[in-house]
């Protein structure tokens, strides 16, 4: 199985377009004025307009007033919403956009009522539980976890980079990897050696698997 690859917190149009050159399958806009990924609307669109066929563009929420996501999708054309709150899955579907909703795991149990409360959901994305942030902790969590048993497509996040994926790929097999930090140089600002050398990893695993 081909795993896919999100490229997140893409704040600059040349680091969107190396993530899809190198070969992403999604990029990831922040809309969430605390991280220091946070892109306007305006830029937002303007990236957005900037990526090629065939890569997908995910907006990423927190906690949201309704009217600020309708704001977004309407001006920036957004594949997918991923909400990484304490969203409910009432919530997540208003927008008329197919969505994700990222789980902080602190035990199994999280990661299965998350499959069971946001069942219409687009996949469920895991990452690392920390008690003052909403993901972006570059901080990775015991992947053991994770259930087999998946009802929905499930998409690994937390402190991912080109030395842990292709291990966190072969014992996981998620349905995709989603990475930040561990494709910067700095917050909001991507290295394309590190995300082709993230990219690579994922599919060298792929091939042998």
């Not at 220091?36 to 997908?56: G, H, K, N, Q, Y």
């Not at 909403?134 to 937390?158: C, E, N, V």
């Amino acid at each position: 199985m081909k795993t896919r690859i999100k490229i997140c917190g893409i704040s600059r149009v040349e680091d969107a377009l190396a993530a899809a050159e190198a070969g992403a399958d999604a990029i990831g806009l922040v809309f969430y004025d605390p991280s220091p990924r946070a892109v306007s609307t305006e830029l937002a669109r303007i990236i957005a307009d900037s990526v090629p066929a065939f890569v997908s563009v995910v907006g990423l929420f927190v906690n949201p007033d309704p009217a600020y996501v309708r704001q977004v999708t309407d001006q920036v054309s957004l594949d997918l919403l991923q909400f990484h709150g304490d969203e409910s899955a009432a919530f997540c579907s208003q927008f008329d956009r197919r969505w994700i909703k990222a789980v902080r795991v602190q035990r199994e149990e999280d990661v299965v009522a998350a499959f069971d409360r946001y069942a219409e959901a687009a996949g469920i994305l895991v990452d690392a539980y920390d008690p003052q942030l909403y993901g972006g902790t570059g901080k990775s969590f015991d992947w053991r976890m994770i259930p087999k048993q998946r009802p929905l497509p499930l998409i690994l996040a937390g402190g991912l980079n080109s030395d842990n994926v292709a291990r966190a790929v072969a014992e996981v097999h998620p349905w995709a990897v989603d990475v930040s930090g561990g494709v910067e140089v700095r917050k909001g600002e991507k290295d394309l050696s590190r995300i082709t050398a993230f990219i690579n990893e994922v599919h060298r695993v792929d091939k042998t698997d």
